[in-house]
T-cell receptor, first 115, second 117 residues
Framework: ETGVTQTPRHLVMGMTNKKSLKCEQHLGHNAMYWYKQSAKKPLELMFVYNFKEQTENNSVPSRFSPECPNSSHLFLHLHTLQPEDSALYLC??????????????FGPGTRLLVL | AQSVAQPEDQVNVAEGNPLTVKCTYSVSGNPYLFWYVQYPNRGLQFLLKYITGDNLVKGSYGFEAEFNKSQTSFHLKKPSALVSDSALYFCAVRDPISSGSARQLTFGSGTQLTVLP
């Protein structure tokens, strides 16, 4: 609906598992973002990529590892997560990170549950 | 540092009545302001934004928002609410003169709007 797709939509994993979240944008944008959304809390920006280069890492634990092979695809690799990492993970894209007026467009999110 | 506050966790309004979802902000310069809506099990959808110019901004689905610099507010409004407007609404701010991580969008904690039939 917004040109940003995310898979899987739901994921249940144990603390010792390794999994990856995938995001793809079909909007021709150059910047992509990972956000974490927890209940009753503001969205937390995790990572920003601009022209495939990581430009922001907001003190995210190393158990989250992003990868951006090209401007259309963004991954979030997960390993040895904790139950408190359970949340909705949202991907977004915008034309260019450095253009302040630019609107970010969001995917539907991946609902993650860590057991 | 920039910040945004949505003082109401929950807003209830009867269908057909006007609705207001409140947002106040704090930035060092002139703000860029955004409203997003999130329906259940969906991502955030862009509604409208204020960059410059007319203080009254019109957006999707009949929503509008008024930028008030003196009150540092950007309240979301709709003249006549629909049951289908029930969703979670987020206000966001960006300070265009900041650098680094401060240039990113800062979101409020969200306001759950329920429109009662």
């Amino acid at each position: 609906e917004t040109g940003v797709t995310q898979t899987p939509r739901h994921l249940v994993m144990g603390m010792t598992n390794k999994k990856s979240l995938k995001c793809e944008q079909h909007l021709g944008h150059n910047a992509m973002y990972w956000y974490k959304q927890s209940a009753k809390k503001p969205l937390e920006l995790m990572f920003v990529y601009n022209f495939k280069e990581q430009t922001e890492n907001n003190s995210v634990p190393s158990r989250f590892s992003p990868e951006c092979p090209n401007s259309s695809h963004l991954f979030l690799h997960l390993h040895t997560l904790q139950p408190e990492d359970s949340a909705l993970y949202l991907c977004a894209s915008s034309q260019d990170r450095d253009t302040s007026q630019e609107t970010q467009y969001f995917g539907p999110g991946t609902r993650l549950l860590v057991l | 540092a920039q910040s945004v506050a949505q003082p109401e966790d929950q807003v209830n309004v009867a269908e057909g009545n006007p609705l207001t979802v409140k947002c106040t902000y704090s930035v060092s310069g002139n703000p860029y302001l955004f409203w997003y809506v999130q329906y259940p099990n969906r991502g955030l959808q862009f509604l409208l934004k204020y960059i410059t110019g007319d203080n009254l901004v019109k957006g999707s689905y009949g929503f509008e928002a008024e930028f008030n610099k003196s009150q540092t507010s950007f309240h979301l409004k709709k003249p006549s609410a629909l049951v289908s407007d029930s969703a979670l609404y987020f206000c966001a701010v960006r300070d265009p003169i900041s650098s680094g991580s401060a240039r990113q969008l800062t979101f409020g904690s969200g306001t759950q709007l329920t429109v009662l039939p």
